[in-house]
């Protein structure tokens, strides 16, 4: 089991910036891959920016260049930093891990970008 808390979100202007943040407990050196996940209303829940099981990381293309996903292995957290943020980003954002191809979500971080 982990558990995943995420801090951070709130309301900014198109052009602010924003860092995210999720701590993980319990189970923590099972887990595969970590991630950020967005849902904006209406819409599927798709993948923001994660770690691969290598180590490596993958964004989606429409946040390339603007965000950036890092992890403090000491404080167990993952962090997501978004700048040149967009009315389009506006989602609830979930931090996610995966151990053996489950999947363990945080409660969500409501990220709105309007002026």
């Known amino acids: 089991q982990v558990q995943l808390v995420e801090s951070g979100g709130g309301l900014v202007q198109p052009g602010g910036s924003l860092r995210l943040s999720c701590a993980a407990s319990?189970?923590?050196?099972?887990?595969?891959?970590m991630g950020w996940y967005r849902q904006a209303p209406g819409k599927q829940r798709d993948l923001v920016a994660g770690?691969?099981?290598?180590?490596?990381?993958n964004y989606a293309d429409s946040v390339k260049g603007r965000f950036t996903i890092s992890r403090d292995n000491a404080k167990n957290t993952v962090h997501l930093q978004m700048n040149s943020l967009k009315p389009e980003d506006t989602a609830v954002y979930y931090c996610n891990a995966k151990i053996f191809g489950v999947n363990y979500w945080g409660q969500g971080t409501q990220v709105t970008v309007s002026s």
């Open positions: 770690f691969t099981s290598g180590g490596s990381t």
């Open positions: 319990g189970s923590i050196f099972s887990i595969n891959v």
